[in-house]
């Protein structure tokens, strides 16, 4: 009797065992427990959860939370300008889980202030997409879901880095935005995603994660590819304006790509898929420039 009055002991206390993970900044985030009520202030990170099996766990998600489709049913307290303080609280949420936008971070140092976990999640290479997932498992109590599909998306990364390593260079200009025109600099992961794929970011050296380019300054890099990113990855009406330079290798090699906008920008497992695309443009444009040779 007494033996079996230990046993459950034992089990009651591993049950009610904390938890703890680190987060994108390298802040271990401690909770007593399993998170139960979470709050997403972020798309990526709603998806984020959703992949590690806590999806039943979040009460609330931010503006523009619109994948997967169970994301779309729950209350936004939150854009990226502003956080709803209060809806926050009266949703007891016992975990929030946001990146570091200069507009809210007064909102999460209050609400660290009053006791709520705040994790940072934000992904600047494309391995810890995987890491993060993981991380929201362990806080959720869910890591039996998020630790296999963390292992997957590993696997798949390590098959690109296997297939693409080794091909010569392509240098590409990755388009984030047509007006003004945008691209995404080395510390961003997509110029993560660019490199595994073989390709070279000719604007990795700016030191702006999204700075603002010019004709001119593109002209000059002369890429040997331009990928931009659109909602509809069929969409190719863009391509119109960069036809306007003939001289341009890609333009003249017909190396001008898309690939699909929330897959890609967004640092969730879709993101793998979405590289795995990027990687087939690049080579396709590496194969038109040695048959142009």
Known sequence: MHFLAVLLSLIAATCQAGVAALDSD????????????????????????????????????????????????????????AVNLEMVLALKADL????????????????????????????????????????LGE???????????AASLRRQLSRLDVAYRSRRPVSVFYQSSER????????????DAIA???GRNVFSDTVLMAPIVDVESVLAADPEAIVTARADAADTAWQAFWRKF??????QAGSLYTVPMNEMHRHGPRAVGATSLLCRHIDDARLKAATRR
């Not at 946001?98 to 934000?122: C, D, H, K, N, T």
């Not at 810890?128 to 991380?135: G, L, P, R, V």
């Not at 003004?180 to 110029?191: A, I, R």
């Not at 003939?246 to 333009?251: E, I």
Request: proline fraction near 8%.
């Open 26 to 81: 390298g802040r271990r985030v401690s909770l007593a427990s399993p998170a139960e009520r979470i709050v997403s202030l972020a798309p990526h990170v709603t998806e984020q959860l959703f992949a590690a099996g806590a999806g039943a766990k979040l009460v609330a998600v931010s503006e523009y939370s619109d994948y997967p489709a169970e994301a779309k049913r729950l209350p936004s307290v939150a854009n990226s300008g």
């Open 96 to 135: 929030v889980v946001a990146w570091r936008l200069a507009a809210i971070m007064p909102s999460l140092a209050r609400l660290e202030s009053l006791g709520v976990p705040v994790f940072y999640s934000e992904p600047r290479r494309l391995s810890q997409i995987a890491d993060m997932i993981e991380a």
């Open 139 to 149: 806080l959720a109590g869910t890591g039996a879901a998020a630790r296999p599909l």
């Open 180 to 191: 003004p025109l945008m691209t995404l600099g080395g510390q961003h992961f997509v110029s």
């Open 196 to 198: 595994l794929c073989g």
């Open 246 to 251: 003939p001289g341009l290798r890609a333009v």
